[in-house]
């Protein structure tokens, strides 16, 4: 892993126009991006215990913004045991005014998905699991420590995650992916940590569902994965009708390292399971971002700045409010072709908005690197050049003064 992360010029365009939402239900604090018309059935995205709410970034420029989902990535909030879990993404839900959702999860937030669907069948349309399992056993057997986890330094939460996930030699665009997800890990306070931790941990597995098989989508790599491969072959066991995606190479976080793939499956599986795009709503977007949805999240704070006690104000909070410009236009062919060629094209977009915001940073660097280069230069020559004069000019005055006194 890289020491120094710098945050891809991708990333940077989606954060000026994406707005994130944080929204206090009860005592847990959502924080999420909503992005897409709000007519559509939206497709929800859950993190693995690493992830947070940004590491979806890619399916909501893709997904969102050129070919008309409407796409909603949350943070998983500091929840402590799975019914809580079921409860609190409900009450989200009701704030948001959502009441049917496509679920997409990765490893833990993959586990989250299917006992929600379990649970809440009726609101649950379909899933796509990618790298995730169905019981939390083995983990648990694999942590000791667990009953003192939510006492644990927030240092050591963040060793035992980063430990997990799998460090080089990379090829560039994992090795790109890992320092994104580890970045994120960053910013994640101790209570966040320890309460994703232990619902990895806390014993549970998923029932059977009431959701067909052919409503599901498995989609895996196949080079490596921090979930063991009997765990991911349990769950194909147990939906043997759903649809299989596999990746040839993505490492532990396909969406960031294989994004045009894996925003292709996710187009093929909404399409499959009847789910229409709307791009010729996308034009018209409110300016908040939030594609048409809720106005009650209203907050202007950094995550830095988030109280990390996860109390809750009783009152919304806002964030970022930045305009959002029109999103790139689309056209109403839903042929697969033209779905290749839209991947084609955001992915041209991401590109230039790297070429884009990357120049300046680099000639500030370079003003910077010349200011200092000149500095040293100028020391050199005084102290190689004009400070031997200075000695001699004060060796020959001593002298000089010498002999006057002589003379006198």
């Not at 559509?40 to 993190?47: E, G, H, K, Q, R």
């Amino acid at each position: 892993m890289k020491s120094v992360f710098s945050a891809p010029g991708d990333y940077i365009y989606f954060k000026s126009q994406v707005p994130l939402h944080r929204i206090p239900i009860g005592t847990k604090q959502w924080r999420y991006y909503d992005f897409g018309p709000k007519v559509v059935t939206p497709l929800i995205c859950l993190p693995g215990t690493a992830g947070t709410a940004d590491v979806y970034y890619k399916q909501i420029m893709c997904l969102s913004m050129k070919v008309g989902y409407r796409v909603i990535s949350v943070d998983i909030p500091c929840v402590w045991n799975h019914q809580e879990w079921i409860q609190s993404f409900e009450k989200f839900l009701d704030a948001i005014d959502v009441h049917h959702i496509h679920l997409y999860g990765t490893s833990l937030g993959g586990f989250l998905a299917q006992l929600f669907a379990q649970h809440r069948p009726r609101r649950v349309k379909s899933l796509i699991l990618s790298n995730t399992f169905l019981e939390t056993r083995s983990f648990a057997a694999a942590m000791p420590w667990a009953p003192f986890v939510s006492w644990t330094p927030s240092f050591l939460l963040k060793r035992y995650v980063l430990t997990g996930i799998r460090d080089g030699p990379h090829e560039p665009f994992i090795a790109d992916s890992v320092d994104f997800v580890v970045s994120q890990v960053e910013t994640l306070s101790r209570d966040e940590l320890a309460s994703r931790l232990t619902l990895t941990v806390d014993s549970a597995s998923v029932k059977p569902l009431l959701l067909s098989d052919s409503f599901i989508t498995i989609m895996d790599t196949n080079d490596y994965s921090a979930i063991p491969q009997q765990l991911k072959d349990q769950l194909s066991e147990r939906y043997p009708g759903a649809r299989r995606a596999y990746l040839k190479t993505g490492g532990d976080f396909p969406f960031l390292s294989r994004p045009d793939e894996v925003n292709l499956h996710l187009q093929l599986h909404l399409r499959r399971v009847g789910l229409e795009a709307q791009p010729e709503l996308v034009q018209s977007i409110p300016k908040d971002g939030t594609g048409g949805g809720p106005s009650k999240e209203n907050d202007k704070e950094d995550r830095d700045d988030e109280q990390k006690d996860n109390g809750g104000n009783p009152e919304s909070n806002s964030e970022e409010s930045q305009p959002s410009p029109s999103a790139p236009e689309s056209s109403e062919s839903h042929g697969l072709d033209e779905q290749l060629l839209s991947n084609a094209e955001i992915h041209y977009i991401d590109q230039k908005d790297s070429i884009i915001l990357k120049p300046s940073a680099m000639s500030m660097n370079q003003h910077s690197a010349a200011a200092g280069i000149l500095l040293q230069s100028t020391w050199e020559f005084f102290i190689f050049t004009l400070l031997p004069l200075y000695v001699d000019s004060l060796h020959i005055y001593s002298n000089n003064a010498w002999k006057l006194r002589q003379l006198v």
